[in-house]
């Protein structure tokens, strides 16, 4: 549907600027080529007005999805995000590479990721060593320096009068390099085998060893390949789950899942490790000059000559114009040669890039031996009634900012979120001593009578049990959607006015729990409600603020998107992923099922033997999935249903987050203690001093420096979370 379009990108196709990239609200994309740019411009103009989406900092408009490739990286605000570190080095190189024109939807235009690590063989390994990381100011080409010399002195000989001189004639990323990176896994072993005769490559090339791919990119002088981002999120892609036969090597050792550097135990391992190095402040200090060869000053020129960075002629963007070639067959030889020979991504800037800010200037205090004291701020409400929901939206460009709390009566509260130092003394604080006071209370709190009353007073069916999952907060804080009453709907409600916006039917038994997916900017989301009736429903939050059906122009009674089923018992618990299209959900008696939000079951997470009956669940963008079961159990799966971690502790947990980028775990229960966890080990982090109450309900501010708490006593309480911190004192020897 039009309404469910979220971006539109221009796009090449064969260096021709003639196709169209078109990205929906379930994050899934279709790439589009059509027959000349006058097609595409019309094409743009009859979609809707949404330009390449609401995450660049972009204006919505149309020219803007006609913008050249430049023009969005001049007008964007993601460099500048990324100098602050408000984004991480993963998440800026797929934005490059996005705008670049780099996709999933072409081989040949496959997203280009660097190889950052030259370690691939120590047992262990020092993330603090310089000598562990490559050098991201030269090309793979130039690394080595033999081959540097081989390369230059081509380039300095060259006598072919039919096509201009070049360092490399292999490009560092094409659809065969991609394929055979990822030749394990489908749909790719077939995209493989169609474009080879129905055959798998010499066992001798085929990708089979990290250290022996990183070996290869050093000494063979047609080898000069980068990697792809799969390498920092794909445990799979290193396993042959499928049992292909891809042969037996000259040293007769069978090819069949690939060797890992000794430093890592598994594959994911290996992709967590690599991900770290990626991130890692060596990493941070130089990448701008990996940037400049890629997509910079030194991808063409005088100055790629200099570099040792320059390529076929046919890779590069404007080389041929296929539109002349009025000659089929010549036409067909010479689309051939460009897939071939690979294509170098749309130059977006002809200056340097400027450096990443450094961790040190930044964040001072993580460096010093000084700690920031744990608790900010402690705040009681006047209902001491236990707080068992806190949704922290704290976007600076939301129009209020705030720490959105409901009690277990059902009473909530807007509790303005400020970002300025200084706040002593104001109304509603419960610690004078505290000097950074980011909440400041919503006088409207205690006021319960007359038209501003904050108590949904409507019937609940008493047998539930009010707890987090019971509500949803929209991104902008102006709606909490609750469910649990007994006509079996699940409600919406003005934080503004208290006042009931609508009600939503669609089960057969009462709503027991409620979901939402991480919103987009203008607000539209996923929302699931799972019920007694073991089934699950996806709905689509507008940002026009209602759930909406089929039909986006009637709110009235609106029909789920997709009834999700298999459950035996009651749906106690469940998160949506829209990053990955995922539904995951444990019922009262177990077990834990994943669906995809079109409604197709896809696996059970079977968890340990004593780990039967799931309570709470959190997902992170990239697949792994914390579920807490009863009696203090935990188990980490990655979401194809590997079981990878479990855990067993002493509290009745009530709350468990996951930080945004997944590595790290925060629990809370009826012990009063907040305790922080590696999520891929299970290992301790970090320990707060204990509250004097149980935790109910847990969030993080955008920042992920802020840690809110729900407390069984009425209060919340807000603490100081540095995960950089704890990478920097735990996680840097493996």
Not at 23 to 31: C, D, I, K, Q
Not at 276 to 303: N, T
Not at 554 to 566: K, N
Not at 681 to 700: E, S, T, V
């Amino acid at each position: 549907m039009f309404s469910e379009i979220r971006a539109v990108f221009s796009r090449r196709y064969l260096l021709q600027n003639t196709a169209l990239e078109v990205f929906m609200a379930n994050r899934t994309s279709v790439m589009f080529n059509f027959p000349d740019q006058a097609t595409v411009k019309k094409v743009v103009y009859s979609l809707p007005r949404v330009g390449v989406g609401t995450s660049y900092g972009l204006p919505q408009a149309r020219r803007i999805s006609l913008a050249t490739p430049r023009q969005l990286y001049k007008s964007s605000n993601m460099t500048q995000r990324w100098q602050r570190r408000e984004i991480s080095n993963f998440e800026y190189l797929m934005f490059l590479n996005t705008i670049a024109g780099r996709t999933y939807n072409d081989l040949n235009q496959y997203p280009v990721f660097p190889w950052v690590l030259t370690n691939y063989e120590s047992e262990e390994l020092d993330l603090t060593l310089p000598g562990n990381f490559r050098d991201l100011s030269k090309p793979i080409g130039a690394l080595n320096p033999k081959r540097a010399v081989f390369y230059a002195e081509r380039y300095e000989t060259w006598e072919d009068d039919q096509s201009p001189p070049y360092h490399y004639n292999t490009h560092y990323s094409t659809a065969t390099s991609t394929l055979s990176w990822l030749v394990r896994i489908e749909p790719f072993t077939t995209f493989f085998l169609n474009a080879n005769d129905g055959k798998f490559d010499h066992p001798d090339r085929t990708f089979s060893s990290v250290a022996r791919s990183w070996r290869t990119s050093q000494r063979d002088t047609s080898d000069v390949k980068e990697l792809i981002p799969e390498f920092y999120y794909l445990p799979e892609m290193f396993v042959n789950s499928n049992g292909y036969n891809l042969g037996v090597r000259e040293d007769e050792v069978v090819v069949n899942d690939v060797d890992l550097p000794p430093w890592a135990k598994k594959p994911e391992d290996f992709v967590r490790i690599n991900r770290m190095a990626l991130e890692s402040e060596f990493v941070s200090c130089q990448l701008h000059q990996w940037i400049d060869l890629i997509f910079g000053y030194k991808q063409r020129g005088p100055e790629a000559v200099r570099a040792l960075n320059v390529f076929h002629y046919l890779t590069y963007e404007g080389s041929v114009n296929l539109d002349s070639i009025t000659d089929p067959v010549l036409r067909e030889a010479m689309e051939a040669q460009i897939q071939n020979f690979g294509q170098t991504p749309s130059q977006l800037l002809i200056e340097p890039h400027p450096p990443r800010s450094s961790a040190m200037h930044l964040s001072p205090l993580m460096f010093k031996d000084q700690m920031q004291q744990d608790v900010i701020m402690v705040l009681k409400f006047p209902s001491n009634s236990p707080v068992t929901h806190v949704a922290a939206n704290t976007l600076p460009h939301l129009t209020i900012p705030a720490v959105v709390t409901v009690t277990c009566s059902r009473l909530f509260a807007v509790n303005r979120w400020h970002n300025t130092v200084g706040l002593r003394g104001a109304p509603g604080y419960s610690l004078d001593q505290a000097h950074h006071l980011p909440i400041e209370m919503d006088p409207l709190i205690a006021n319960n009578s007359g038209v501003n009353k904050r108590q949904i007073t409507d019937l609940v069916d008493q047998s539930i049990q009010i707890n987090a999952h019971c509500f949803v907060v929209t991104a902008d804080n102006r709606y909490i959607l609750i469910c649990g009453f007994w006509d079996k709907s699940f409600r919406v409600y003005s934080t503004e006015t208290g006042k009931l916006t609508q009600i939503v039917f669609g089960h057969w038994d009462v709503v027991t729990c409620l979901a939402r997916s991480e919103s987009y900017i203008g607000g539209d989301c996923y929302i699931v409600s799972g019920s007694r009736d073991a089934t699950l429903l996806l709905w689509y939050w507008s940002g026009r603020h209602h759930i909406i059906g089929d039909n986006p122009n009637s709110s009235d009674y609106p029909a789920p998107r997709a009834v999700l089923t298999g459950h035996d018992h009651e749906v106690v618990c469940v998160s949506v992923c829209a990053e990955l299209g995922l539904v995951i959900s444990g019922a009262k008696e177990g077990p834990c099922l994943v669906h995809t939000i079109t409604g197709d079951l896809l696996r059970a997470l079977e968890g340990p033997e004593n780990c039967l009956f799931p309570r709470l669940i959190s997902v992170s963008s990239e697949g792994h999935c914390i579920i807490y079961y009863e009696r203090g159990r935990f188990s980490n799966f990655s979401i194809n249903g590997k079981l990878l971690a479990q855990m067993e502790i002493n509290d009745s947990t009530r709350a468990i987050l996951l930080s945004s980028d997944g590595q790290n775990l925060v629990t809370g229960g009826d012990n009063g203690v907040v305790e922080v966890w590696q999520a891929c080990d299970f290992k301790q982090l970090y320990i707060y001093p204990g509250c004097d109450a149980g935790i109910r309900a847990m969030d993080l501010s955008h920042d992920q420096r802020t840690l809110i708490t729900g407390m069984a006593s009425g209060s919340i309480v807000a603490f100081n979370i540095d995960f950089n911190r704890w990478h920097y004192e735990h996680q840097n020897r493996y």
